[in-house]
């Protein structure tokens, strides 16, 4: 089970500290893990083997948010048009984290891109880089 810890640092990055502790039951929703601009609010939580993107549009999403470089369908949600909220879950590791930063041990990052139009990437298209940080905690034993 896990407990999470989260910061927003500066407005450019998501940091979530997972700590490990097989007493906490459920983690608790992170503070500081949310991104708003002018056309979108995202949410990052990370847990054990997945990062979670909840994303909310101010208006029916019909373009294209990206994790990573790869382009990937487990990476990447095509807006349908019709919808204005959205959930994209990806395996912290699967979307090229860590291969245009540089990552310590049990830190994943990566970059969030958001175009808001489906082929053309355009000015106020959003882009975040997210980091989701996997600690050992202590163990309790009974």
């Given amino acids: 089970m896990m407990k999470l810890l989260a910061v927003l640092v500066a407005s450019l990055a998501f940091v979530v500290t997972v700590s490990a502790q097989r007493w906490v039951s459920r983690p608790k929703a992170p503070t500081g893990s949310e991104f708003r601009s002018r056309n979108s609010q995202v949410s990052l939580s990370c847990d054990t083997g ?4 909840k994303m909310n549009f101010a208006e029916p999403f019909v373009g294209v948010a990206l ?3 790869k382009n990937t369908k487990e990476c990447t949600l095509r807006g349908d048009g019709r919808r204005r909220s959205y959930t994209l879950t990806v395996s912290p590791d ?3 984290s860590c291969k245009q930063h540089s990552c310590q041990p049990g830190t994943f990052v ?3 891109y958001i175009r808001y139009h489906p082929t053309l990437e355009r000015e106020g298209d959003d882009v ?3 980091i989701c940080k996997y600690q050992a905690g202590s163990i309790q034993t009974g």
């Fill in 50 to 53: 997945k990062m979670v993107f």
């Fill in 67 to 69: 994790i990573g470089p």
């Fill in 94 to 96: 699967a979307c090229g």
């Fill in 110 to 112: 990566n970059s969030l």
């Fill in 128 to 130: 975040k880089t997210v």
